[in-house]
């Protein structure tokens, strides 16, 4: 079994976010995932976290990592699914099962897109969801996960 990782979040990414900086960048911004795990560190790091970054393009890979979060006793997960936010059962059922507080992010505003973004089976799962605000949504929901768990930042 892996090292329990007791100081650690996941900041999990699914499908086409591999691609950011250059998928539809009028929608997305020019910031890449690269970008984006700097960011989930540097703002991880201001809580005294670490952030176990990952990114898939496979379902029951993602659902795996949320299963390893657990075993690895990680205090929280910041999840961006991606398309599968809106057609995965199998990984809402997943956050669901580990029962670690998940706040769930998406670059763009889902419910100003088409009509089948509106709905996140990973919302369901979360206790929080933020979504519009470009990547500095997911320094926002560290930021929240952090107060949902109680840790303050280090000085």
Known sequence: MAE???DTI???N????????????????????ADVEALCRETAASF????DCRQ?????????????????????????AGGYSHTSIALHDALLAVQIPTVEV???????????????????AAFASLCGFGIEGYRLAIQGLAAKLGIKPKA
């Open 4 to 6: 329990p990782a007791t």
């Open 10 to 12: 996941l900041v999990l």
């Open 14 to 33: 699914g499908p086409n976010l591999n691609m950011l900086g250059t998928r539809e960048p009028e929608k997305y911004g020019h910031a890449t995932l």
């Open 48 to 51: 005294g976290l670490k952030a």
């Open 56 to 80: 898939s393009n496979r379902e029951g890979e993602l659902i795996d990592f949320v299963h390893e979060a657990h075993a690895r006793k990680m205090k929280g997960i910041i999840i961006n």
């Open 106 to 124: 998406h670059v763009t505003n889902i419910h100003a897109r088409e009509s089948f973004r509106h709905h996140s089976y990973t919302a369901r």
